[in-house]
Antibody, heavy 119, light 107 residues
Framework: QVQLQESGPGLVKPSETLSLTCAVSGYSISSGYYWGWIRQPPGKGLEWIGSIYHSGSTYYNPSLKSRVTISVDTSKNQFSLKLSSVTAADTAVYYC????????????WGQGTMVTVSS | AIRMTQSPSSLSASTGDRVTITCRASQGISSYLAWYQQKPGKAPKLLIYAASTLQSGVPSRFSGSGSGTDFTLTISCLQSEDFATYYCQQYYSYPITFGQGTRLEIK
C-alpha cells in the first residue's frame, strides 16, 4: 500500500530555512497524483502549505507563498518542502499527504514530523 | 480565502450517543468538503469526502451531508475509539482551508 514518510531536522534556527522531504513508497510519483504539505502548530488546527503535481506544477498558500518552495524528485520518488526565514511561529508538526486530483481530499498522510524553531 | 467554521468547538458525549458536528463555509463550496478524524499524536485520517462519500474502511456509523455552505458530520452510535478531534476541509478553491476543529470528549 502507499506510504508517506517525512524526514528532516527537528530543530531549525530563526531566520534559517526549514527543509523537509517526504519519501513515497508503494507508488511511483511519476505516475500521477498530487502531493501536499500541511502543518499543525502545537495544540492548534491544520494549515495547508502547498501542493505539487508530479510534473512540477505547484500551488501555494498565499499566506506563505513568499517563503515556500515545494519540489518533486521523481528519480528518488520523493517531494520536498523548503520554508525560508523561519520564526517561532513556524514551529509545528509538518505532514505530507496525497491528493488524487487537484480538487480532492488528502486521502493518505505521513505520520508527521515535529519541527521546532529556536536558537 | 474561504473560511470554514465548525460548531461546537468541543462536545461531551457518552458511548452509544448520536452526535452531530456542523461545518459552515463562508461561501458556497458545492460538495467539495472532507471530514477528518485526528487522535493525539497521530496524523489526520480521512473519513468522508465529497461531503457524503465514506472513505474505504471507515465504519458506516459515520455519515456526512450537506452542500453549498452548510455541512454536517454525524456519528450514529459513538464507540470508545471515536473520541478524537474532527476537522472539516474545503477543496473547492485554493487555498485549501480547514475548520478549527471539534474536540469530542467522553462525558
Amino acid at each position: 500500500q502507499v506510504q508517506l514518510q517525512e524526514s528532516g531536522p527537528g530543530l531549525v534556527k530563526p531566520s534559517e530555512t526549514l527543509s523537509l522531504t517526504c519519501a513515497v513508497s508503494g507508488y511511483s510519483i511519476s505516475s500521477g497524483y498530487y502531493w501536499g504539505w500541511i502543518r499543525q502548530p502545537p495544540g492548534k488546527g491544520l494549515e495547508w502549505i502547498g501542493s505539487i503535481y508530479h510534473s512540477g506544477s505547484t500551488y501555494y498558500n498565499p499566506s506563505l507563498k513568499s517563503r515556500v518552495t515545494i519540489s518533486v524528485d521523481t528519480s528518488k520518488n520523493q517531494f520536498s518542502l523548503k520554508l525560508s526565514s523561519v520564526t517561532a511561529a513556524d514551529t509545528a508538526v509538518y505532514y505530507c499527504a496525497r491528493l488524487r486530483v487537484i480538487r480532492d481530499a488528502f486521502d493518505i498522510w505521513g505520520q508527521g514530523t515535529m519541527v521546532t524553531v529556536s536558537s | 480565502a474561504i473560511r470554514m467554521t465548525q460548531s461546537p468547538s468541543s462536545l461531551s458525549a457518552s458511548t452509544g450517543d448520536r452526535v452531530t458536528i456542523t461545518c459552515r463555509a463562508s461561501q458556497g463550496i458545492s460538495s467539495y468538503l472532507a471530514w477528518y478524524q485526528q487522535k493525539p499524536g497521530k496524523a489526520p485520517k480521512l473519513l468522508i469526502y465529497a461531503a457524503s462519500t465514506l472513505q474505504s474502511g471507515v465504519p458506516s456509523r459515520f455519515s456526512g451531508s450537506g452542500s453549498g455552505t452548510d455541512f454536517t458530520l454525524t456519528i450514529s452510535c459513538l464507540q470508545s475509539e471515536d473520541f478524537a478531534t474532527y476537522y472539516c476541509q474545503q477543496y473547492y478553491s485554493y487555498p485549501i482551508t480547514f475548520g478549527q476543529g471539534t474536540r469530542l470528549e467522553i462525558k
